[in-house]
Nanobody, 121 residues
Framework: EAQLVESGGGLVQPGGSLRLSCVAS????????MSWVRQRPGQGFEWVSL????????LNADSVRGRFSMSRDNAKNTVYLQMNNLQPEDTGMYYC??????????????RGQGTQVTVSS
């Protein structure tokens, strides 16, 4: 079965860090741009970080720029989201998604089940 599986979420204090992982199984993502999107409580989906298939190009949303960075390891069929200086407003469900999903308030159809990130003291 082809699927994306996220992991690495959890509870962290403000100012802390987490590293999310997304592993693709059943298919290769090495030729695909990939995205991280999130859904904060009571809000729609918003894009967070994007990465090209080669990993040479990345783009971060203004809300996370300078704090989050996306990377990938195509040999491991995995993309990552390093999140530093987390703030309470970063709380939400984080999903990896196929493609360059630079959209807000749209639901990516090809996404994993998500991993919960909660930032609280």
């Amino acid at each position: 079965e082809a699927q994306l599986v996220e992991s690495g979420g959890g509870l962290v204090q403000p100012g802390g860090s987490l590293r999310l992982s997304c592993v693709a199984s059943g298919f290769s993502i090495s030729r695909d741009d990939m995205s991280w999107v999130r859904q904060r409580p009571g809000q729609g989906f918003e894009w967070v970080s994007l990465i090209s298939s080669s990993g040479r190009r990345t783009l971060n949303a203004d809300s996370v720029r300078g704090r989050f960075s996306m990377s990938r390891d195509n040999a491991k069929n995995t993309v990552y989201l390093q999140m530093n200086n987390l703030q309470p407003e970063d709380t939400g469900m984080y999903y990896c998604a196929m493609g360059w999903f630079q959209y807000n308030d749209q639901v990516p159809s090809q996404r994993g089940q998500g991993t919960q990130v909660t930032v609280s003291s």
